[in-house]
C-alpha cells in the first residue's frame, strides 16, 4: 500500500510573468482518432504521440487500439475535447503527449523557475471501473524518469489525489498524496479545472483544485530538484479492473512562473484583477464587466467554491462583457476574466 504525505501550505500571492510552454484546447483538431500509431513513435494530430498496451501477460485487457485516443465534440462548454479510453481489464495503460517541453523551458524567462499545468477534465458517470487517470509532469533522474507532480483520479471512488515523487524519512519513491481531510471526493458527471506545480530550484511539488490555498508538501521530504522533460495524459488500471472507462480532458496549458499562478491564485488581490469593474456584486441576473484599459475579454468562466466549472462564456475580445448568472444557485462563484494580456479572478456573489 502506498504511503500519504499530507502537510498544507499557504502561498503568498505577488504578481507574475507567466509564459506558456504549451497549451491545446483540441478545437483545431477533426473529430475522430487523435492518430494511427499507439506505439509512440510517429504523431497524430497535433503533433500528439500515443501510446497504448494491454500490458504484459497475464492479462485480460484486450482493447488497445487508435481508439483509445479520440478527439471528441464533447469538450468544456460544447467545444471540442479529448476523450481516452481505458482498458476494458487487468492490466494496461494509455500515456499521450507532445515533444518539445525541454526546448520550450530552455528559452523560458529568467528567473521563471517553476512549471505549472492546469486542465479542465469531465468526471464521467458512476462506473465500477477502477481505472486511474490525469496529467503528470515527468523529469530525469540520472536515467530514471520521475513524476515531477500530477493527479490521479479514481474513477470507481471519484477520489482525486495528488502524486510526486517525493523523500519520505530516506525512502525516494512516488506517492500518493491527500489533498484534503477524509479524501478529496469528486460529483459525477461534472467538469473540473485543476491544476499542479513543480519548483526546478527547491524540488516542491504542489496542487490546487479549488479556490483554497495550494496543497504541498513538508520540505525535508522534497526529491531533487530535477528539470521538466515532458508532461503527458495518463491511464492505467490495477490488477482489480474488469471494465472500460472514459475520461475527457480539455483546455491543457502548461507555463514558466516565478510564482504560484494556479488558478488565479496570483490575481486575488493584483494590479491586473483592479483593472476590471465587476457590477453589480451582488448579482440577481446580469454580471458586467468593464474595464477602462481598453483590455480585450477573450472568454469569461465561473467556478463554484468546490472548483466546478458551471459556466462558461467567450466574449469576442471586447473590453465590455454582461455575463447572465440567473440560472445560478444562490451562492459565491469566483469569475475568471481571461484576456490578452493575461487573467484575473473576481469573487461575485450570486443572490
Do not use: H
Not at 483546455?251 to 491564485?265: F, I, M, P, Q, W
Amino acid at each position: 500500500m502506498k504511503r500519504k504525505l499530507l502537510l498544507i501550505s499557504t502561498f503568498v500571492s505577488c504578481i507574475a510573468t507567466a509564459q506558456v510552454l504549451q497549451t491545446e484546447n483540441f478545437n483545431g483538431l477533426t473529430v475522430g482518432n487523435v492518430g494511427t500509431d499507439i506505439t509512440g513513435v510517429t504523431a497524430g494530430q497535433g503533433s500528439w504521440f500515443t501510446f497504448s498496451t494491454n500490458g504484459t501477460a497475464p492479462t485480460t485487457s484486450t482493447n488497445a487500439g487508435n481508439a483509445n485516443f479520440q478527439i471528441v465534440a464533447s469538450g468544456n462548454n460544447s467545444s471540442n475535447g479529448l476523450l481516452f479510453q481505458g482498458p476494458n481489464g487487468d492490466k494496461g495503460s494509455r500515456f499521450m503527449w507532445k515533444d518539445g517541453l525541454p526546448a520550450a523551458w530552455a528559452g523560458r524567462t529568467t528567473g521563471n523557475n517553476i512549471i505549472e499545468v492546469e486542465y479542465d477534465f469531465f468526471t464521467g458517470s458512476t462506473t465500477t471501473s477502477t481505472a486511474q487517470s490525469g496529467i503528470r509532469l515527468f523529469g530525469m533522474d540520472g536515467t530514471n524518469s520521475r513524476v515531477l507532480c500530477g493527479y490521479v483520479y479514481n474513477s470507481n471512488t471519484r477520489l482525486l489525489q495528488g502524486v510526486a515523487y517525493l523523500n519520505n524519512g530516506g525512502v525516494f519513491n512516488t506517492f500518493l498524496i491527500t489533498l484534503q481531510t477524509g479524501g478529496l471526493i469528486l460529483n459525477a458527471d461534472t467538469w473540473y479545472r485543476i491544476g499542479f506545480g513543480y519548483d526546478t530550484t527547491t524540488g516542491e511539488p504542489y496542487w490546487k483544485f479549488n479556490s483554497s490555498p495550494s496543497v504541498s508538501v513538508n520540505p525535508v521530504n522534497f526529491a531533487g530538484p530535477f528539470q521538466p522533460e515532458e508532461v503527458d495524459f495518463v491511464m492505467g488500471v490495477p490488477n482489480t479492473n474488469t471494465v472500460s472507462s472514459n475520461i475527457t480532458f480539455d483546455n491543457y496549458v502548461s507555463r514558466a512562473s516565478n510564482t504560484d499562478t494556479l488558478l488565479g491564485t496570483n490575481d486575488f488581490n493584483s494590479l491586473s484583477a483592479s483593472k476590471f469593474t465587476v457590477y453589480p456584486n451582488p448579482v440577481n441576473n446580469i454580471v458586467n464587466i468593464s474595464n477602462t484599459a481598453n483590455i480585450q475579454i477573450e472568454k469569461v468562466s465561473l467556478t463554484d467554491v468546490n472548483g466546478r466549472i458551471v459556466k462558461t462564456v467567450n466574449a469576442g475580445s471586447l473590453t465590455d462583457v454582461q455575463v447572465n448568472v440567473s440560472e445560478l444557485n444562490s451562492g459565491v462563484y469566483f469569475m475568471n476574466i481571461e484576456t490578452n494580456e493575461g487573467s484575473a479572478t473576481k469573487k461575485i456573489v450570486k443572490q
